[in-house]
C-alpha cells in the first residue's frame, strides 16, 4: 500500500510556524518523501522532497522522523498566499505518485 | 521555465462522444501521468507512461485509454464518455529515476452532460 495519512485540515494564524504531520508507516527504503501543494484552481506545485535526511528550501523544511514512518512539513512563517491543499506522497522510483485527500491549510490574518 | 501545457481549460461533451485530452511537455521528461481530481478524493492516478509507446495502469484505468506516440506528448481518451467522468483532469510529467519533481498542467475542467 503506497498511501499516506494526513489530517483532513489544519489552521494557522499568519506569520506563525506550520507544522505539518504525514504518516507513510509501510514505507520502503528506497521511497522519497515528497510534499506538494495546490493553490485553488491551480494544478498541484512542488515543494520539497527527501529520502532520510531533513531538507531546507525556500519554501519550507522537511523533517523525516529516524524510522522514516512519518515525516513533517514546516513553513516557518505561514502568509495567506500558503491556504492550500497540502499533499504528502511516497515516491515509488518516480513511477507512481499516489495522491490521498491531503491536508487542507488555512491561514487566518 | 518549465511548462506542461494542457489542450483546454474547460470542456463540455456528450455522453456516448469519444473525447481527447492532450497533454504536452516541453522538458524533455521520460514520465507523463494522468490524473483525476473529485472533491474530497484528492488526486487518483488513471495512467503513466515511462517512454513513447509505453503505458502502465494507475488505480482507476477503467473507462479510459491512452496514447504517446511522440515523447513530448501524452493524450488521455475517453472512448464513449459518460456522466460520472465528470471531472478535473490533470496532466503531469517528471524525469525518469527516484526523487524526481512532478510537474503538473493547470488542469482541464471536463463536464460531461
Known amino acids: 500500500d503506497a498511501k499516506t495519512t494526513q489530517p483532513n485540515s489544519m489552521e494557522s494564524n499568519e506569520e506563525e510556524p506550520v507544522h505539518l504531520p504525514c504518516n507513510h508507516s509501510?514505507?520502503?527504503?528506497?521511497?522519497?518523501i515528497h510534499w506538494y501543494r495546490q493553490l485553488p484552481s491551480q494544478g498541484p506545485e512542488y515543494v520539497i522532497h527527501g529520502l532520510t535526511s531533513n531538507v531546507n528550501n525556500r519554501m519550507a523544511s522537511l523533517a523525516i522522523a529516524e524510522d522514516r514512518k512519518s515525516s513533517t512539513l514546516i513553513l516557518h512563517r505561514a502568509t495567506l498566499r500558503d491556504a492550500a491543499v497540502y499533499y504528502c506522497i511516497r515516491d515509488n522510483y518516480g513511477q507512481n505518485f499516489v495522491f490521498g485527500p491531503g491536508t487542507r491549510l488555512s491561514v487566518l490574518p | 521555465d518549465v511548462k506542461v501545457t494542457q489542450s483546454s481549460r474547460y470542456l463540455v461533451k456528450r455522453t456516448g462522444e469519444k473525447v481527447f485530452l492532450e497533454c504536452v511537455q516541453d522538458m524533455d521528461h521520460e514520465n507523463m501521468f494522468w490524473y483525476r481530481q473529485d472533491p474530497g478524493l484528492g488526486l487518483r492516478l488513471i495512467y503513466f507512461?515511462?517512454?513513447?509507446?509505453m503505458k502502465e495502469k494507475g488505480d482507476i484505468p477503467e473507462g479510459y485509454s491512452v496514447s504517446r506516440e511522440k515523447k513530448e506528448r501524452f493524450s488521455l481518451i475517453l472512448e464513449s464518455a459518460s456522466t460520472n467522468q465528470t471531472s478535473m483532469y490533470l496532466c503531469a510529467s517528471s524525469e525518469w529515476g527516484a526523487g524526481e519533481k512532478l510537474f503538473f498542467g493547470s488542469g482541464t475542467q471536463l463536464s460531461v452532460l
Open positions: 507512461s515511462y517512454d513513447v509507446k
Open positions: 509501510t514505507i520502503s527504503g528506497t521511497d522519497y
